[in-house]
């Protein structure tokens, strides 16, 4: 790598030298063999595995254990409060997290190298945000091996180039990225409370959907809707060039805004309309919904269905749906794989008030989704200033002048 020049008082060195140079402070998991699922328990030593590493942030989420002696036999590969965990595998390689001081030791899996700092001027919060920016990305990604899992080695990890200010010039950068991370987290819950605020209006307009406590008259389902159970076409029917109808085929193409077709087909068996709601019924995404932004050919993981003229308006069906998204998650059909039924969705219990109120309801969530659509935007432009401060910082541009006095950062 061609490193960047950097201001005078700064300096690069390699990860391993940034953090006092004894490679024992950079440290990969065991070899799978040494540590199997079957070594997992309910109870015991936390093991760290690439699920709870996230961008700067420790992800507390469906942790697995050991017992004390395999942790014994591990120590080498152990993590303590304050450590840094970094991903050598997955999406994006080299995400890093610190360990929060709650969690006090335990073992790292194979996929992830702890980091421990014992230099005294190194900020161990500088050194996640470095291992977190672009710059590092880059360079992890010119080392990546493998092909259906890319991965990276250990060796690389201890070699990459970590630019080096003054230690107080570390703790000014901190604090500015501190503050943007923390606009970009208001932006974030104002996300949340704008989706809750939805919820609470229906609420207040229709009441609770289960109790009905406003007395509506309680229909089955397929009485105020039109539901279109998705078949996939027959084999000769694709066409991988382009031509004919969309093909969404199951909830694996669902994404979280618009879905993705990955091929066509040019006999197609069940068709979707623009504005329709998509309706996933099969698998670990039953009952997630979307708007059709296409005419497509839905395959038999997804239903779409429609409101009828009348009877119904599409917001209300939706928001409707939205809200029994855990019964789905319950009831679908199957032990081991969610099978959401047309008999399912058909008598679901709805409550059906006038519908001059749904059409005022749909009138919100109108002005409502114009808002979010803002926020949207507005959360893409924080992210963006969010990487540029990054780069800035890290190449010595950010601050240029380190001396004692107060320093002052905001963003409008």
């Not at 065991?30 to 590493?53: A, M, T, W």
């Not at 014994?72 to 995400?95: R, T």
């Not at 194979?110 to 470095?130: F, T």
Request: net charge neutral; aromatic share 8%; hydrophobic share 35%.
């Amino acid at each position: 790598m061609q490193a960047k020049q950097l201001p005078e008082g700064w300096k690069y060195t390699t990860l391993l030298n940034a953090v006092g140079g004894d490679p024992g402070q950079v440290v990969g998991g065991p070899f799978g063999s040494c540590l199997k699922v079957e070594h997992y328990l309910d109870g015991g030593v936390p093991i760290i595995r690439l699920q709870n590493i996230g961008r700067r942030n420790f992800i507390k989420k469906d942790i697995k254990y050991v017992s004390q002696e395999k942790a014994d036999e591990l120590s080498y590969h152990s993590y303590q409060s304050g450590d840094l965990i970094l991903a050598k595998l997955g999406d994006p390689i080299g995400k890093t997290c610190i360990i929060p001081e709650d969690e006090k030791k335990g073992i790292v899996v194979s996929d992830a190298v702890r980091i421990r700092n014992a230099n005294e001027n190194l900020s161990s919060k500088y050194l996640m945000y470095v291992l977190n920016s672009d710059s590092i990305s880059r360079q992890l990604n010119k080392q990546v091996f493998g092909t259906t899992r890319p991965r990276v080695n250990l060796e690389e990890v201890r070699n990459l180039l970590i630019p080096i200010p003054p230690l107080p010039v570390q703790r000014r950068i901190v604090a500015i990225l501190e503050q943007a991370e923390a606009l970009k987290q208001h932006r974030f819950q104002a996300d949340e409370l704008t989706q809750q605020f939805l919820q609470s209006v229906f609420y207040q307009m229709f009441g609770d959907p289960v109790r009905n406590e406003k007395g509506w008259e309680t229909v089955k389902f397929e009485t105020i809707s039109k539901i279109n159970m998705g078949q996939s076409p027959l084999g000769d029917s694709y066409n991988k060039d382009g031509i004919g109808i969309p093909l969404l085929n199951g909830p694996e193409e669902f994404g979280p805004k618009y879905p993705i077709p990955k091929q066509y087909t040019t006999k197609p068996s069940k068709i979707c309309d623009i504005g329709d709601i998509l309706f996933c019924v099969r698998g670990a995404t039953a009952g997630r919904m979307n708007w059709a932004d296409n005419k497509y050919c839905i395959g038999r993981g997804l239903a779409s269905i429609q409101s009828i003229a009348n009877k119904s308006d599409i917001q209300f069906l939706y928001h409707f749906l939205e809200l029994n998204y855990e019964k789905f998650q319950k009831t679908g059909r199957g032990s081991t794989f969610i099978n959401i039924s047309r008999s399912d969705l058909s008598n679901l219990k709805a409550p059906s008030p006038p519908l001059a109120l749904q059409q005022q309801f749909a009138r919100v969530v109108e002005q409502v989704e114009a808002l979010r659509e803002r926020q949207r935007a507005s959360g893409q432009e924080i992210a963006t200033l969010f990487d540029a401060l990054m780069e800035m910082a890290f190449a010595g541009e950010l601050i240029a002048n380190y001396e004692d006095e107060v320093f002052v950062w905001e963003m409008k």
